[in-house]
């Protein structure tokens, strides 16, 4: 199995990172949005998780919408993990295309990669 994490802050990045490895899963990350739509073309992950506040010149909303229009990486799922979870934002990436909504806030890391890990297995 193999997991893309697009997150711009490098502890929370870093972090992520050895939960899955921890777990035997192998990973891509980037700390912004710029390469992730390549990157999934060319990597093929098993699932993506994004998270929504990055750095110009692509926020996650734009990257989920670019992924979920390209016929090579429609099929990725994709799970937001975001400290935006307002309802407008959560309907938001649902209606783009993402398979689930993880606020950052509330959940453990250990939680996070199994939820992560469970998703991709479906």
Excluded: C
Excluded at 65 to 94: F, Q, R, W, Y
Aim: charged letters at 30%; proline letters at 6%.
């Amino acid at each position: 199995m193999k997991v893309l994490i697009v997150e711009d802050d490098v502890f929370l990045a870093k972090v992520y990172n050895a939960q899955f490895k921890k777990a035997g899963i192998e990973t891509i990350v980037l700390n912004n949005g710029e390469k992730a739509h390549a990157m999934a073309k060319s990597e093929n992950p098993d699932i993506i998780m994004l998270d929504l506040m990055l750095p110009p010149p692509k926020n996650g909303f734009e990257i989920l919408e670019e992924l979920k229009k390209d016929p090579k990486t429609k099929n990725i799922p994709v799970v937001i993990l975001s400290m935006l979870g307002s309802n407008e934002d959560v309907a938001k990436t649902e209606k783009l295309g993402a398979i689930r909504h993880i606020p950052k806030t509330g959940a453990s890391f250990h939680e996070v990669v199994e939820r992560i890990t469970e998703l991709a297995k479906k």
